[in-house]
């Protein structure tokens, strides 16, 4: 089963390669904390903010690739915790067919904040990793 969250922060530190997003469950109460590095966080924060640089970065030109095809992102879930790394899927349609794609959560929601793209998590994932308030 998935359950259906949205970004609900990204905490980015100065001083460190490691940040850090919080996913918050719809309508629960449940928090589930990603530790992702430096570039992937800037860039999901500049997609949320709408900041375009001069030329595309790697999770636009993903987009673009993506739209080029003629699919589009449905959504992207958070599969698994596997040894404190978590596992996800971008998962598009093209043509009324299903693709899905194998990626780091980190680039996943990198694509999709751009897109505003739903995220959804598993729900055995949120029952080993997340917390609540």
Known sequence: MEVRCDLARIIIFEYRDQQVIMLRERGGTRVLQIVIGSSEALAIDR???????????????????????????????ITELRRGTFFAR????????????????????????????????????????????
């Open 47 to 77: 997609r949320l903010k709408g900041i375009t640089l001069e030329r595309p970065q790697t999770h636009e030109l993903l987009a673009g690739v993506i739209e080029s095809l003629g699919a589009e992102v449905e959504k992207i879930v």
């Open 90 to 133: 971008i998962v598009l349609r093209r043509s009324g067919e299903v693709v899905e794609i194998d990626s780091r959560p980190s680039d996943a929601i990198a694509l999709g904040a751009g897109l505003e793209t739903p995220i959804y998590v598993s729900e055995q994932v949120l029952r080993e990793a997340a917390t609540t308030p």
